[in-house]
């Protein structure tokens, strides 16, 4: 964890202590969110190398979700954070869809130790009993080990590293971008901003804003109801302020989670207007 700064103190407890409770991904989706009406996007694996691996990590192998166009590479590459609810059926076609673009896309289990989300139905359990006992040093090094694999295990380019992430995974992006020098860019999707700190999870996103290596771009909603607008405009004027490279967009009638197609949340204009601005993101920040 030497590039991993500002976190100094925060050493993730030792995987003998407790091991690893998920050795396998979610099989289809979470169980934890209705679905109602909603039309997941199904991406197929042809001309993709694709499948669930394992990775090394500074405590033992995690395992994690791999997608990437099929010949020898190096392919830019995206590290994929998930939500709360795992590296489920739509993380994992998210992952086949910046592979169809061209990228190895890999999407790390990074709640592997602390409980078997394929088995959780209730998403307040899962916050209250994994998420808020995941270190943000841990899942941090965990990043990093993704990037490792995918660059030297996988056909990965080490220069061209990206990182997104959704919900959850959004405020994981802000911290991997102030805390890596992997990542030339990163897009945060709806990811909280704020949030009350902890032994374990000492800052928020817009505690490291002014701190951030490379080019971040948000995408927000504007009828998300648990990340206000304006703290997201405080964290991207403080950035600013420092001479980082952000920009953040804010689909008005957007809610929260309007990326993912599986549930009722999904709105199909910003989730593809985002996708855009996202791959064109990368391009422009030098990572396609």
């Keep these: ?27 289809g989706f979470t169980l934890a969110t209705a679905r109602g009406e909603a039309a997941p996007i199904k991406t197929d694996n042809v001309g993709l190398d694709a499948g669930e691996i394992s990775i090394p990590t500074t405590d033992g192998r995690i395992p994690a979700y791999v997608a990437a166009p099929v010949g020898a590479g ?40 602390l409980g078997d989300l ?10 209250r009993d994994v998420i808020s006992k995941a270190p943000d040093a841990q899942v941090l090094s965990d990043l990093d080990s993704a990037a490792s694999w995918a660059t030297t295990e996988g056909k990965g380019d080490p220069g061209r590293i990206a990182v997104t992430g959704f919900c959850r995974g959004g405020r994981n992006t802000w911290l991997y971008a102030a805390s890596s020098d992997k990542p030339k860019a990163a897009v945060a999707w709806y990811g909280p901003v704020g949030g009350t ?17 490379c080019p971040l771009l948000g995408l927000y ?37 309007f990326h993912a197609d599986y549930r009722p949340s999904f709105r199909q204009e910003p989730a593809e207007d985002g996708w855009k601005r996202m791959l064109d993101w990368f391009r422009r920040n030098g990572v396609a």
């Design 1 to 27: 964890m030497d590039d991993l700064h500002g976190l100094d103190g925060l050493l993730p407890p030792p995987l003998g202590r407790r091991g690893v409770i998920m050795t396998s991904l979610v099989a």
């Design 197 to 213: 700190p902890s032994a374990i999870q000492p800052r928020n996103a817009a505690d490291v804003a002014a701190e951030l290596r």
């Design 118 to 127: 394929s088995t959780m139905t209730d998403a307040a359990q899962i916050v």
């Design 221 to 257: 909603g504007g009828a998300d109801t648990g990340i206000p607008v304006d703290q997201v405009r405080a964290a991207e004027a403080a950035a600013r302020q420092a001479g980082k490279t952000v920009e953040i967009v804010v689909y008005p009638d957007a809610p929260h989670g």
């Design 74 to 113: 190096r392919f830019p590459t995206v590290v994929v954070i998930e939500e709360i609810f795992g590296v489920h059926e739509y993380i994992k076609d998210t992952c086949r869809r910046l592979a169809k673009a061209g990228y190895l896309a890999i999407a790390p289990e990074l709640y592997a130790r």
